[in-house]
């Protein structure tokens, strides 16, 4: 794995600060998936949650002037560092 640069590393840190919670929402087990409870409280406190169950898979592209996420179902989001 390459290091990334200071302005990367930023836009990293922007994209963790800004998706709180991004989580993989698994078919299999049942038991991993993420409970009914579990997803009240994420959406009472307001935290942005990508559930790949639904969503399918996300990519996720960082490089010095921020980050894109797009996930398979269409949704997108950015950030520019600058």
Known sequence: MRSKSGAEATA???LRE???TLLA???FPATRRASR???E???QKKIRVIYTRTAGAVKIETDKAGWKLETMDGQK???KTH
């Open 12 to 14: 990293v840190q922007t």
């Open 18 to 20: 800004f998706w709180n």
């Open 25 to 27: 929402h698994l078919l």
């Open 37 to 39: 409870a579990l997803r």
């Open 41 to 43: 409280r994420l959406e």
């Open 77 to 79: 989001y950015t950030h």
